[in-house]
């Protein structure tokens, strides 16, 4: 296997490039999501059009428009300090794919955050708490439950189209494929960097199910019975 | 304003007629992998349902698999695997070679991907079903490919149609990476409108907006399609079952 080494590099480098876009994506989602969500019509109609703009057209659109666009605007962006960022494939990648991200994180936060009910807000107002307890302590955790499933869906998506950038020259797992494949016209190593995506979802897919058992721990039935029981502590009633 | 304007015109000086051509290939060849996705997706659910152990566990597999793998490189794994396939049978016969062609290889393999999550709609549509409708049938004397035809069918659809049309959508936007393999449709129309006219920023956002418009059309016929399917739930004066479409 002459290119193992070379995939095992991209992969790192779609790891790293998923997972910064990913955080970012997810941090740019919030100020969104509450924008989608607020009284206000300006914010209200911009974050729309943000979040129908970057759903609604292709990633590999979005990302030419970002990496080749930047080009129209050289000099300005030379002014203003900022070219060497634009002029770098990998940047324009993570600025891409954390603003497509973003964009889908956004509807997510936006559901599972009008997912909690009402009465939650006013029974926590009522106990005196302030917006941020509120916030941290009731809504936060319930909606996290709610957003968990569909956020690991769109890593998982995000993993996917992150291939787009080998199309930018980046030399992702999907990068070094095809330049391995171009000089060793060896159909096997598709066959390789396969395994190696499908090995990288399993992970998240494992990872997500762990997570989604932590945060919903309150929720399950005890099915064992509890350490005191099996002591014989306490007596079952039945 | 009109500079712009003179850009996008039709004829020889302007590029609006090239990106409307690019446009109609993408439309073409998301046309013409709809109802491949769509009939190899209900033999995977169906696959998924059958009493063979074999059969379940490989459309299974099957699934899993395209679900999983980055869309591009199932691409180039069916445009470069095709070409070697098809030149070593050539090779029996002939000398000559041949290009693989792109939009064949892009229909293949996006609807190889689109079959993977049409399968898992069907499948989660069919679960839905009451079995109770099934035996009804069956009560009635109704053969399997009747109760297939005149029972579950229509339930299956209306259930299935809001899942299905995500996946519209989503095929739409995936058309634009067969732009990698030598297709000439709206992705690669505008990146040659873009060598020529050096206003790559304008152009990839014209581009984006034509996408934007396929997809706003789209929902127009998808809400016409649902309503249709549905009629016969609204005469009963009931909600719509499928509230939302909540399926990514």
């Known amino acids: ?238 | 304003m009109t500079e712009y304007l003179q850009l996008l015109s039709y004829g020889p000086t302007g590029w609006g007629d090239e990106m409307l051509k690019g446009a109609g290939i993408t439309l073409a060849l998301a046309l013409a992998t709809l109802p491949l996705g769509l009939v190899l997706g209900f033999a995977l659910a169906l696959a998924r349902r059958s009493a063979s152990r074999t059969l379940r566990g490989l459309a299974e597999a099957f699934s899993t698999i395209f679900r999983a793998l980055p869309e591009l490189l199932t691409l180039f794994l069916v445009f470069f695997g095709g070409q070697l396939l098809l030149q070593a049978i050539l090779r029996l016969f002939t000398d000559t070679s041949i290009q693989a062609n792109g939009f064949v290889a892009g229909m293949i393999a996006l609807g190889l991907v689109f079959a993977a999550y049409a399968s898992e709609v069907f499948t989660a549509a069919f679960g839905a079903i009451p079995v109770g409708q099934w035996e009804g049938a069956s009560a009635l004397g109704l053969r399997r490919s009747h109760t297939m035809r005149l029972i579950i069918a229509p339930q299956l659809l209306r259930l299935a149609l809001p899942g299905l049309a995500n996946l519209w959508l989503v095929l739409l936007k995936d058309t634009s990476l067969v732009s990698a393999v030598a297709l000439n449709d709206l992705l690669r129309m505008t990146s040659v409108a873009v060598g020529t006219t050096k206003q790559p920023f304008f152009f990839y956002l014209v581009a984006c907006l034509l996408y934007l418009v396929m997809a706003v059309v789209s929902s127009f016929a998808i809400n016409a399609i649902e309503r249709w399917s549905e009629r016969s739930e609204r005469q009963r004066g009931a909600a719509s079952p499928v509230e939302g479409r909540a399926l990514a």
């Open chain 1, 1 to 238: 296997m002459r290119y193992g080494l070379r995939l095992l590099e991209g992969l790192l480098v779609t790891v790293q490039l998923v997972a910064i876009s990913f955080v970012l994506g997810v941090l740019l989602a919030i100020p969104i999501a509450l924008a989608r969500l607020s009284q206000n019509p300006i914010l209200r109609g911009v974050s729309y059009a943000y979040v129908y703009f970057f759903r609604g057209t292709p990633l590999l659109a979005q990302l030419f428009l970002i990496y080749y666009g930047a080009g129209q605007f050289r000099s300005a962006f030379e002014a203003a300090g900022l070219w060497q960022f634009f002029r770098d494939a990998y940047f324009c990648s993570v600025l891409a794919f954390s603003l497509n991200t973003a964009a889908y994180e956004a509807e997510i936060f936006r559901g599972a955050i009008r997912a909690v009910p009402r009465g939650q807000w006013e029974a926590a107002r009522s106990l005196g708490l302030h917006w941020w307890p509120t916030w941290r302590r009731v809504v936060l955790p319930q909606a996290a439950i709610v957003a968990l499933r569909p956020m690991g869906n769109d890593l998982i998506l995000l993993i996917k189209a992150s291939a787009v950038a080998s199309i930018v020259t980046v030399f992702d797992l999907m990068g070094e494929t095809r330049r391995a494949f171009s000089r060793s016209y060896d159909l096997s190593i598709y066959l390789y960097a396969a395994i190696l995506y499908l090995m990288l979802v399993e992970i998240i897919r494992r990872v997500w199910n762990l997570m989604e058992q932590r945060l919903t721990r309150h929720l399950r039935r005890e099915t064992k019975p509890s350490p005191t029981e099996a002591a014989g502590l306490v007596s079952v009633v039945d």
